[in-house]
């Protein structure tokens, strides 16, 4: 059976995972540890998805070497405390389960580092359904998207994998646009940390796993016009 989509990218904070309560805690720890004020709740929320480094850049107005510092305090509170301070959202291991069983390369393409992100998986027992997982390096010279996604479709293309028809699925505009750098369309899910106006650019947007999953495993065939506008397309069923 031919599907609309030969090769599947997953993000995975916001996506796979509500994972901001264990990077929540661990940023107002650094915060505290850096004798820094500690952000409100939502400002944190914020900090999930983008590559913690440009987080701290970006949000925080921290220098490089501020960052660095942060970030080596952040890895060893998280990698001991908040790493599985996180839950599968509804319905999301059955669609990772069904591309799996339909036979579809799937890989994970996070902007969190790997080792990390394979005991998440690990633990949720998820990982025994990808092909690759791909994340930030340990150094965070892969961090950026774009980065991920180019790494994520070579890791995908050694194992044989077919990536003629690829579709990335995230949350956050950063997923839509790392993607779109290597002609990789976005289903944008509801469900995780972006707001509307990260949807921009997205090919559809979802609403919740049963919806991801239609459009995932769709037939090339049975696919029609609207898939393929301009604007992202909402899934049906709402």
Not at 151 to 168: K, N
């Amino acid at each position: 059976m031919k599907y609309e989509f030969s090769a599947i990218l997953f993000d995975l904070d916001g996506t796979i995972v509500d994972s901001a309560p264990g990077i929540t805690a661990t940023l107002a720890y650094t915060f505290e540890q850096l004798g820094l004020p500690i952000p409100t709740p939502a400002e944190l929320v914020a900090y999930v998805g983008p590559p913690i480094l440009d987080s701290f850049r970006d949000l925080a107005g921290f220098s490089r070497e501020l960052s660095d510092r942060a970030l080596s305090i952040y890895r060893e509170r998280y990698l001991t405390t908040g790493v599985f301070d996180a839950t599968v959202y509804p319905g999301i291991s059955g669609v990772l389960r069904d591309i799996h069983e339909a036979g579809i390369p799937l890989s994970l393409a996070t902007s969190k580092p790997e080792a990390p992100a394979s005991l998440i998986l690990e633990h949720y027992d998820l990982a025994k359904y990808f092909d690759v997982i791909t994340g930030a390096s340990d150094d965070e010279v892969r961090s950026a998207k774009k980065d991920v996604v180019e790494e994520a479709l070579r890791r995908l293309q050694a194992i044989g994998a077919d990536t003629l028809h690829p579709v990335m699925v995230g949350d956050r505009e950063h997923d839509v646009h790392g993607a779109a750098e290597h002609d990789v369309p976005t289903i944008f899910v509801r469900w995780g940390y972006g707001s509307r106006a990260e949807e921009v650019g997205a090919l559809a947007v979802v609403e919740d796993a049963t919806q991801l999953g239609s459009l995932l495993l769709s037939r090339r065939d049975s696919v029609t016009e609207p898939l393929e506008a301009s604007g992202p397309l909402e899934a049906s069923g709402r």
